[in-house]
């Protein structure tokens, strides 16, 4: 099934718990700024849910490995190592997704803001976004997102079916966290960055073979265009 993206849009295919989509997401908005398009472009969150491709969670050791890897190349993000106990590690983000998804029915703006503020509670501040509570004290500091709608749209379950259908439909076509789909029906997978594993992920380390921040700008220009 094509990926439907409508004029003035970008849709994302990616996972909250994903750091090198959040890198990703963070050089997209600022793109989008330089070229005075923020209130043009919109960023359309979908799912690609690494647990269920993975079938596992998203383990410790992985991340313990790619932070040291992936925070520099965005600095400003403060990506830190684990600091709470390894036993508050989230053993699922899909409910933190699904809140994104949550979000979105308000508004791409609520989407937006809300997806980049678990992905700092969970890389910079060590918070367990599987928990209810801490999804909606995140989502609280979220001044376009409605807290109290998104808690009715999470013990609803409003979101969860239109997002699960969604990735289902077109978990074939995603090549991974974070895959792009432009309106001129282009797409690109984690533009500017290459990677390869030294070793076996878990026990070995990333490396980073290419990186062009500026891959960004060309993907904003195309999607405008």
């Known amino acids: 099934m094509t990926v439907q993206v409508a004029p003035g849009t970008v849709v994302v295919y990616t996972d909250v718990a994903c750091a090198w989509s959040t890198v990703g997401l963070a050089r997209l908005y600022a793109a989008r700024k330089r070229a005075g398009a923020e209130g043009r472009l919109r960023v359309d969150h979908r799912l690609f849910l690494l647990e269920d491709v993975n079938r596992f ?59 980049m503020a678990l992905r700092l509670a969970f890389f910079r501040d060590s918070r367990c976004i599987a928990l209810h509570h801490e999804i909606l004290d995140v989502a609280a500091g979220c001044a376009a997102v409605d807290t109290d709608a998104l808690a009715e749209a999470l013990d609803t379950g409003s979101a969860r ?17 974070p895959h792009y789909f432009l309106p001129d029906g282009s797409d690109v997978h984690s533009p500017g960055i290459s990677l390869r594993w030294e070793g076996d992920p878990g026990s070995g380390y990333p490396v980073v073979e290419h990186d062009d921040p500026g891959a960004f700008d060309a993907l904003v220009r195309r999607a405008l265009s």
Request: glycine fraction near 4%; avoid cysteine; charged fraction near 25%.
């Open 161 to 177: 079916g239109p997002m699960m259908r969604d990735y289902r439909a077109h978990r074939e076509q995603v090549q991974g966290s």
């Open 57 to 115: 969670p998203i383990p410790k050791r992985f991340l313990d490995a790619e932070i040291p890897v992936v925070g520099p190349l965005a600095p400003e993000l403060e990506f830190r190592m684990w600091q709470r106990d390894p036993s508050a590690w989230p053993v699922t983000v899909a409910p933190a997704n699904e809140a994104v998804h949550a979000a979105k029915a308000q508004s791409y703006e609520a989407a937006e803001q809300l997806d």
